[in-house]
T-cell receptor
């Protein structure tokens, strides 16, 4: 079954600290993996897109990793800020003609002062 | 270039009424996707459309729900005879091509409340 699972479900950290969010997927065939940030009441906004051949990709303080062999990805946030408080969603695009994005349930991150 | 526009942002309907949700994709985008997000849950795929065609509707409930993306105008998600369980946030996304690395941009969503 094509699934995307994320952990932890929620996380609280202090401002300035680092954190790492995990994503495991069973989607096949695999096309690419994306990390989205969703602020409360807003639509998701893309942080990174990683294809099969990419192991690491950075976007500012966000660094995503992908291990296509173990079907795992992580999102590392460095020097967290209060504005990082949001839901972080791992999304895997299934290959083929349907162009379907399969969403994880997200990790809710709260950054406290 | 305006982003993906969804309207209304908030919609309240009584049980049994119809709900129409609109999505205008980004300029130049001919691929539209609808997702539903129930409270405390992740986004779930509903339907994928190209202009005048439904490509994948495997996530659409079999009854009461329909979607279209006409040659002219916005994509419409229509829910007939709404029930309380339809209360959710409905998000629309658009992309320009089928290419794997192409970005999909999301709208701000329509929050449907059925009373």
């Amino acid at each position: 079954k094509n699934q995307v699972e994320q952990s932890p479900q929620s996380l609280i950290i202090l401002e300035g600290k680092n954190c790492t969010l995990q994503c495991n997927y069973t989607v096949s065939p695999f096309s690419n993996l994306r990390w989205y940030k969703q602020d409360t009441g807003r639509g998701p906004v893309s942080l990174t897109i990683m294809t099969f051949s990419e192991n690491t990709k950075s976007n500012g303080r966000y660094t995503a990793t992908l291990d296509a062999d173990t079907k795992q990805s992580s999102l590392h946030i460095t020097a967290s800020q209060l504005s990082d408080s949001a839901s972080y969603i791992c999304v895997v695009r299934r290959g083929g003609a349907t162009n379907k994005l399969i969403f994880g349930t997200g990790t809710l991150l709260a950054v406290q002062p | 270039n305006a982003g993906v526009m969804q309207n209304p942002r908030h919609l309240v309907r009584r049980r049994g009424q119809e709900a129409r949700l609109r999505c205008s994709p980004m300029k130049g985008h001919s691929h539209v996707y609808w997702y539903r997000q129930l409270p405390e849950e992740g986004l779930k795929f509903m339907v994928y459309l190209q202009k005048e065609n439904i490509i994948d509707e495997s996530g659409m409930p079999k009854e009461r729900f329909s979607a279209e993306f006409p040659k002219e105008g916005p994509s419409i998600l229509r829910i007939q005879q709404v029930v309380r369980g339809d209360s959710a946030a409905y998000f629309c996304a658009s992309s320009p091509t089928l290419e794997g690395g192409t970005e999909a941009f999301f709208g701000q969503g329509t929050r449907l409340t059925v009373v």
